[in-house]
């Protein structure tokens, strides 16, 4: 499958991508579907259009403007945070003042949340620990260790090797698959409105 | 022909998977195809399942693009699912359950049942073509990559269906399967593929586990719909000592699956919170099946849970505030589960069936009884002599009241489940001590969610020689209702006789021919006839005339249908014509009407399976 996959450390896709989803968008819409030419026509051309009839059920919208630059790097990240919110509502979890509520409360919202994305992380990452001892056992890092792998802390000093407790594990992704955009869409949505008929 | 691929194809009722293999390849294995799908309004993903249901898109919202359709108003699969979730009237379900209901059209669009008028509705043909369609898109894109010769529709198709399925809606599938391009294909029945997937997984090891004399009870559970089939293993007549399958016996149609018991549990969860004043809104509703599959799936599988939370968040973007907690225990989940679907029953006990009522609203004939063991032991009962009459069987005579199996094989996501497989072995080995039989040892280590599509592309490679092949042919017998000439009295219908036109067992490639006797059909219009299945009548053949049977002998099918072309003939003469029936190499029944004096050598008519129902 062609989804996107990219290992620990590796840069987020260039916007050029992007563009070519737009591009190939773009392509479609004007192929089918006469009142998109035009309209995109008359933006290119700079006119206003002319009153358009009523569309045919089969135009899609009109894509949103592109996005500037810098939301188009980001847009790998925003579409995690979508996944989250949509699978286990993780932002209005964490945009909510949980303050006044009492723990029970806390309780239902946080099962909600931790069942959702935790499914949603699991489809979609692959995680595991850095260092697969049991926390709080003695272990040595040997000379060499990469400092991104592994954090020294307390009495930090001397040479490796280094002796010391594992206090956490760490985590690494070894994969990370989101889901392939198809079509334009206006990735600072991270959740739509909902109006109920 | 020059298949490079065997690809099966599971259409279920709630699930579509694909899995394939190479041909020509020594010792190929069996992959299953991640399909691309949409499952955000705007992204896709490659999935193992494809959920079987269409969204139809409002107009308000973009298009449903997918990468080889990027303008398509509909979506199929998970996306089509969640999306329907919150707006249910778009949505399409259980079309296989639709496709094989005698009581409707099934060509006509009459889905979603209560479309919005701007919707175009479909018809459960076409839902099928749209998930074949949607299957052989991605393969044509994953797979084929565009080579022409690799396209699914240059590749061996096996698609399976229920093996309750009736004649009509076996050629309903295939005609759904053409519209989708599949041009090589081989219908299947489902619990026969999930014992190809068994014997595949087993490997050579299979040849130990059982031996001859061995009856299989396939219980096959899926998301919507319950089949039980009987396999026997039997002496080869080739060779001394070695084995052969034959499928014995087949199962109603049974509307009632995993679904349900999300229901089930669902309906006492929201009894729970109402008792304690809590509102669930429609949107939560929704939700609450979800959550409480989620809590059968860890109670089931870790037995040291006493109970599991059930958590629902409010709708708007405040989480806390209005969500709902209730949990579900194992007390309820036992008392839900095992007795409203698996009881402990006596090997007599019976599902109830409704009460007829007068007008009825259109709808699916969902089962009446949810207990699945009732419907077991029916099915046994029912099919007590299946496996005495098979060539090859050692015991000639049945003894007890059952059909009694010795060996159970599982299939559905539902029976993942130990506690649910216990409960079912436990009512057989009770029934079988009680009929004076064995005990039924269960046969482990089969891929319950894809073992249908699997063994459909392992079964595809035995048709290709490599393997052992589960005999059986068709599992009903099929008749023609005949009025028989009476003084009319009102309010009395006349008499009906069944004339057997196609036997049970008919292999594929073989025909039935009955002479010509009492069908006349009138040039230039369309006349119809009654048509009834049976899985029990296995001696009948072709030209038997019953006058009467018992009442649960014979299922009347939907009406079959002929039209003779007025050429060459004056319209409104009648003629005589006798019947032929053929088991196609697809693997669906071919009924013609042959004239008593034919005008040409081959002149015939084809006659139409399930046209209109009278529902």
């Given amino acids: 499958m062609s989804s996107r996959r990219y290992g620990a450390g590796v840069s987020p896709p260039l916007p050029l991508l992007t563009r070519l989803w737009f591009a190939w968008a773009c392509f479609f819409r004007v192929l089918v579907s006469g009142d998109a030419a035009r309209r995109v026509w008359s933006s290119l051309e700079g006119e206003a259009p002319a009153a358009a009839p009523s569309p045919p059920p089969e135009v899609p919208r009109l894509p949103p403007a592109a996005p500037p630059a810098t939301e188009v790097t980001i847009g790998p990240a925003l579409q995690l945070l979508a996944l989250l919110q949509r699978e286990g509502r993780l932002v209005d979890f964490l945009e909510q003042d949980i303050t006044a509520f009492s723990d029970a409360d806390v309780g239902v919202a946080a099962r909600v949340v931790h069942a959702g994305c935790r499914k949603a992380l699991r489809a979609h990452a692959t995680l595991g620990p850095v260092r697969t001892e049991e926390e709080g056992t003695t272990v040595t890092v040997k000379e060499g260790f990469a400092d991104d792998e592994i954090k020294l802390s307390g009495n930090v000093k001397g040479e490796a090797p280094f002796t010391g407790v594992l206090r956490h594990r760490g985590w690494r992704a070894t994969g990370l698959a989101l889901p392939t955009v198809v079509r334009a869409y206006d990735q600072t949505v991270i959740a739509p409105a909902e109006v109920e008929l | ?615």
């Fill in chain 2, 1 to 615: 022909m020059t298949a490079r691929y065997v690809v099966g194809i599971d259409l279920g009722t709630t699930h579509c998977a694909l899995a394939y293999a190479e041909l020509e390849r020594e010792g190929a294995s069996v992959e299953v195809l991640a399909v691309p799908q949409l499952v955000t309004a705007v992204a896709v993903e490659a999935r193992p399942l494809l959920p079987s249901f269409v969204y139809f898109a409002h107009e308000s919202e973009g298009a449903c693009a997918l990468p080889w359709d990027p303008a398509r108003r509909f979506a199929v699969g998970e996306y089509a699912r969640t999306r329907g979730a919150t707006s249910p009237l778009r949505l399409l379900a259980s079309a296989k359950s639709w496709l094989s209901h005698a009581g409707i059209d099934r060509r006509a669009g009459i889905l979603p049942l209560d479309a919005p008028s701007d919707l175009e509705k479909i018809s459960p043909v076409e839902a099928s073509f749209r998930y074949l369609e949607h299957l052989s898109e991605a393969w044509d894109r994953e797979v084929a990559k565009g080579d022409p010769s690799l396209a699914l529709a240059e590749q061996e198709v096996v698609i399976t269906v229920p093996a309750s399925f009736d004649a009509g809606a076996r050629e309903l599938t295939v005609e759904a399967a053409m519209a989708a391009g599949i041009e090589h294909l081989t219908l299947l029945e489902e619990p026969q593929a999930a014992l190809y997937a068994w014997i595949a997984a087993r490997g050579d090891r299979w040849r130990k586990d059982l031996r001859v004399g061995d009856v299989v009870l396939v219980v096959d559970i899926g998301g919507g719909t319950t089949d039980f089939s009987a396999i026997a293993v039997v002496e080869s007549p080739g060779a001394a000592g070695a084995l052969d399958l034959a499928r014995v016996a087949v199962g109603d149609h049974i509307l009632l699956g995993g679904d349900n018991m999300d229901l089930a549990l669902a309906h006492v969860a929201r009894a729970k919170l109402e008792a304690e004043d809590r509102e669930v809104d429609r949107w939560q509703r929704v939700a609450l099946p979800h959550a409480c599959r989620e809590a059968k799936e860890q109670l089931l599988s870790d037995p040291s849970l006493a109970s599991y939370p059930i958590a629902i968040a409010s709708r708007g973007s405040n989480l806390l505030g209005g969500g709902l907690r209730t949990e579900l225990t194992r007390e309820e989940l036992s008392r839900t589960l095992v007795l409203g679907f698996f009881p402990g029953v006596d090997a007599s006990a019976r599902p109830t069936s409704p009460p007829r009522a007068g007008l009825t609203a259109m709808g699916l004939p969902y089962a009446h009884d949810a207990a699945i063991t009732k419907h077991l032991a029916a099915f046994l009962a029912r099919q007590a002599d299946a496996a005495t009459a098979v060539p090859g069987f050692p015991g000639a005579a049945r003894s007890g009241s059952l059909l009694h199996p010795t060996a159970v094989l599982f299939n559905g996501g539902v029976m993942k489940a130990d506690a649910l497989r216990g409960q079912v072995l436990a009512a057989l080995d009770a029934w079988m001590k009680a009929d004076g039989a064995g005990p039924v040892r269960p046969l482990d280590g089969s891929d319950l969610d894809l073992g249908v599509a699997r063994g459909a592309a392992a079964y595809g490679l035995v048709r290709a020689g490599h393997g052992l092949r589960i005999r059986g042919g068709t599992a009903r017998a099929y008749y023609v209702g005949i009025e028989t000439p009476a003084p009319a009295v009102p309010g009395v219908p006349p008499p009906v006789s069944a004339l057997c036109v196609a036997p049970f067992g008919m292999e594929e490639g073989t025909v039935a021919s009955l002479p010509a006797q009492e069908l006349c059909v009138v040039v230039g219009e369309k006349v119809s006839f009654r048509f009834f299945g049976s899985t029990v009548r296995r001696a009948d053949v072709a030209g038997t005339r019953l006058e009467r049977w018992k009442k649960d002998e014979l299922t009347e099918l939907s009406p079959i249908e002929v039209t003779l072309p007025a050429e060459g003939r004056a319209p409104g003469d009648v003629v005589p014509v006798g019947l032929r029936a053929a088991v196609t190499e697809v693997g669906t029944l071919l009924l013609e009407a042959v004239p008593v004096a034919p005008r040409t050598d081959d002149e015939r008519w084809k006659i139409e399976l399930s046209v209109r129902g009278e529902g």
